[in-house]
Every structure is written in structure tokens, then in C-alpha cells.
């Protein structure tokens, strides 16, 4: 049985990993990058974010600290999906790039506050 601790550091670790290939696809996005169509590039961040949500997932139910009775929870999850669907718009659905470019840099802020709030568990961290 894993510890709750190292849990955290893999929620922490894939967390971070997460952020960074957003970034990192994000600007193959704009500069019209052959990377984004590589096997690997495709897949690997789907990896990465199941084991985000997951490591996530088995926090709450252990440390009975549920989404929409801890205030700072339910803000981190509705910040999660601003954040998927600021991002599909940076990399998929944005038609132009500057809706892509104005969606990319708003899944950034909306990333930073996720971690905010992890960091101080306040809905208004700053
Ligand atoms: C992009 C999404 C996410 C990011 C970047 C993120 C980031 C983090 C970070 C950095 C911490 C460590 C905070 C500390 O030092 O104490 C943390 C803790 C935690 N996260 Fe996340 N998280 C994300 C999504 C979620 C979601 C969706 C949930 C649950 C619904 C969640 C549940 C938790 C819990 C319960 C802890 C606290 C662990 C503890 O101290 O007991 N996270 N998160």
C-alpha cells in the first residue's frame, strides 16, 4: 500500500509534468509545429493527466476531504475544467490564432491559480 505522502508527491510531480507539455504544445501550436502530430506527443500527455486525476481522485477519498464540501476542492475542479477547456481551445478548437494564443495564455493563469490554491487550500489565494 502506497503512503498518502507519496501519493501526494506523485500528484505533485504529474502536476507539474502536466503544466510544463502544456506549454511546451502549446508553443508547437503557435509556431505550426510537426511535433503535436507524433505518436508520442499525442498520447503521452492523456498518460500524464490520468495519473494526475487519479492520484487526485484517491487524496479525496483518503483524506475524506470531498470536492463541494471543501471550499478550496470545488474550486480547484471547476478551475480544472476552465483549464480543459481554455486548452482544447489553445491546441484544437480555436479557429484563429489569435483565439488560440489569447486561449493559451488564460489556461496558464487559470493553471497558476489551480496551483495557488493547492498551495494555501483558499479559494482566493492571492
Ligand atoms: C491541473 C490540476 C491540478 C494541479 C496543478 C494540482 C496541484 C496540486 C499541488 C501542487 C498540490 C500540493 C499542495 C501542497 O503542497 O500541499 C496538490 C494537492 C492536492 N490536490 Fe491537486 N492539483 C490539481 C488537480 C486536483 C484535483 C482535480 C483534485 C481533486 C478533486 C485535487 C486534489 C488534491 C488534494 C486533495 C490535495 C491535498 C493533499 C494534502 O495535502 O492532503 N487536485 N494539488
Avoid at 494526475?52 to 464540501?69: D, R
Amino acid at each position: 500500500m502506497p503512503s498518502y505522502i507519496a501519493i501526494k508527491h506523485l500528484h505533485m510531480t504529474s502536476a507539474a509534468i502536466s503544466g510544463l507539455f502544456f506549454i511546451v504544445r502549446g508553443i508547437w501550436k503557435m509556431r505550426g509545429s510537426a511535433m503535436l502530430q507524433q505518436r508520442w506527443v499525442r498520447i503521452v500527455p492523456h498518460l500524464v493527466d490520468t495519473v494526475l486525476l487519479a492520484s487526485a481522485l484517491a487524496m479525496v477519498f483518503w483524506s475524506g476531504q470531498y470536492p463541494f464540501q471543501q471550499g478550496w476542492l470545488s474550486a480547484k475542479v471547476l478551475a480544472l475544467l476552465g483549464y480543459i477547456v481554455l486548452g482544447s481551445i489553445a491546441l484544437k478548437r480555436g479557429k484563429t490564432p489569435l483565439g488560440r494564443t489569447l486561449a493559451f495564455a488564460a489556461a496558464i493563469v487559470v493553471f497558476a491559480y489551480i496551483v495557488a490554491v493547492a498551495l494555501t487550500r483558499q479559494v482566493l489565494p492571492f
